[in-house]
């Protein structure tokens, strides 16, 4: 029997990728997808998200949805914690009730980035900010609820062909400015929202999830011991923000000079990690993944733009 594949937040940078992605036929055959956004599907409203999902037979949930407005979250922390905290904890809710499967997205945010190195999934969580602190809650409620084969997959520094992001802000103001300030003292790994979105895809399509969960169940070292397996993932390699736009320009054939400045230099209403670099062993070794490389995922993707 085809799976029916529920995707939130489908127009944000993953969902629009895992939406091109399956229709490309990439490791889906016969699924019928649903991609709704918050103009289609309210995951706020629980009662709304039981009569869609019943009425179309879900059987398989992909929250793509989130506040990510970093900045923005710490003057609407109401606004943040409804889609990242209560939203997750009603489609997990019901995904234990039904019996569905469920991939939810998070961030490195929930770290506070002051890690030596790569993070692991059971390193100690302590966001700094209301975003990192309203996914780290939606984290909880998911495996508070511990629904069957579901997992919680972490990534950082999202950018994709499609909305608004880093690379797209990069290669505007490289064009319409000689020189730009861009950040050398917050590290991490820029994540292609495509390669993202065949991981998850892959996961979802195979027996993995199962067997996943009964592996979790009895080999877990978390310290909850929870079954709601917690993955990292995001290109390979490491970059500053300074490297970052640096290569960009570089792939782009854009000249414009990138002056490395410290984070000091450039404040924000929420605090950024400086080291968001994660370990990606995990996810590869239990699914059989193979990760791209950074530069690489980036050349394609600007290729695209």
Known sequence: MPKKI?????????????????????????????FTDKEELDITDEAAVRSFVEANGIDTIINCAAYTAVDKAESEPEAADAINHLAVEILARLAKERGMAMVHVSTDYVFDGKNYRPYVEEDDVAPQGVYGATKLLG?????????????????????????????????????????????????GTPTYAKDLAEAILRIVMSDELRVMNE?????????????????????????????????????????????????????????????????????????????????????????KI
């Open 139 to 187: 984290e909880r409620a998911m495996q508070a609820i511990e629904p069957a084969r579901s997992i919680i997959i972490r990534t950082s520094w999202v950018y994709s062909s499609y909305g608004a992001n880093f690379v797209k802000t990069m290669l505007r103001l490289g064009k319409e400015r000689d020189e730009l300030g861009v950040i050398f003292d917050q590290v």
């Open 6 to 34: 529920l995707v939130t937040g489908a127009n944000g940078q993953l969902g629009s990728e895992i939406r091109e992605v399956a229709g490309s036929g990439f490791r889906v055959p016969g699924a019928e997808f649903f």
């Open 215 to 303: 592996k979790s169940i009895q080999n877990s070292t978390l310290k909850t011991q929870n079954s709601v397996g917690v993955y990292h993932y995001s290109n390979e390699g490491v970059a500053s923000w300074y490297d970052f736009a640096k290569t960009i320009f570089e792939i782009a054939g854009i000249e414009c000079h990138v002056k490395p400045i410290e984070t000091k230099e450039y404040p924000t209403p929420a605090t950024r990690p400086h080291y968001s670099v994660l370990n990606k062993g995990k996810i590869k070794k239990t699914f059989g993944i193979s990760i791209p490389y950074w530069k690489d995922s980036l050349r394609e993707c600007i290729t």
